[in-house]
């Protein structure tokens, strides 16, 4: 029972290229989120999901864009690198129900240059 | 208005001393509000969570205080200790089927021996 798999865990991209990251999770959650967190910044919001096929915008979804194919997936692309895009990323995931814990991935720290 | 402000960023206390972090919010909607603890390279994890018609929770060394008409809440730890050195993030749930989740900005808690 892994709970909330971030893949890949560390990243290094060029400024312009592409990648997705990939959130599995195992445990029949509806909600699943993805954050950023920054130094002195604490953990934004970027996009999040309420279920299957449905996807809508944090407090800081310019350059990131989202899918949720599959309840138990969640993915997060970036179309065109920035270093400003340099951050550790959560995944972070709820059960559709009231006053509960959220369960967050490892992280994947990405380094954009 | 779906800020938490959160201070301080650092704290150094000594072992066996009270560790107190502060969070305080604007939004009236925000109907439960959870503490979450990090360590070094790994996800936040939930610590304590308390919902805004309790004015106080306690779990072992960890207790939140919560004043609703003030709009801030606190994390003291009693007898800190080493083991208890992370970041601590204090979190406010946004509902209407959302269950967004908004972070303050993190405490670095440092316990020295």
């Known amino acids: 029972n892994a709970g909330v798999t971030q893949t890949p865990k560390f990243r290094v991209l060029k400024t312009g290229q592409s990648m997705t990251l990939l959130c599995a999770q195992d445990?029949?959650?509806?909600?699943m989120y993805w954050y950023r967190q920054d130094p002195g910044m604490g953990l934004r919001l970027i996009h999040y999901s309420v279920g299957e096929g449905t996807t809508a915008k944090g407090e800081v979804p310019d350059g990131y864009n989202v899918s949720r194919l599959k309840k138990q997936n969640f993915l997060l692309g970036l179309e065109s690198a920035a270093p400003s895009q340099t951050s550790v990323y959560f995944c972070?995931?709820?059960?559709?129900?009231?006053?509960?814990?959220?369960?967050f991935g490892q992280g994947t720290r990405l380094t954009v240059v | 208005q779906q800020q938490v402000k959160q201070s301080p960023q650092s704290l150094i206390v000594q072992k066996g001393g009270i560790s107190i972090i502060n969070c305080a919010y604007e939004n009236t909607a925000f109907d439960y509000f959870p503490w979450y603890q990090q360590f070094p390279g790994k996800g936040p994890a939930l610590l304590i969570a308390?919902?805004?018609?309790?004015s106080e929770k306690k779990e072992g060394r960890f207790t939140i205080s919560f004043n609703k008409s003030a709009k801030q809440f606190s994390l003291h730890i009693m007898d800190s200790q080493p083991g208890d050195s992370a970041t601590y993030f204090c979190a406010a749930r946004y509902p209407y089927n959302t269950d967004k989740l908004i972070f303050g900005t993190g405490t670095r808690l440092q316990v020295f021996p």
């Open positions: 445990m029949n959650h509806e909600y």
């Open positions: 972070a995931t709820l059960p559709h129900s009231l006053n509960t814990e959220a369960f």
């Open positions: 308390i919902r805004p018609d309790v």
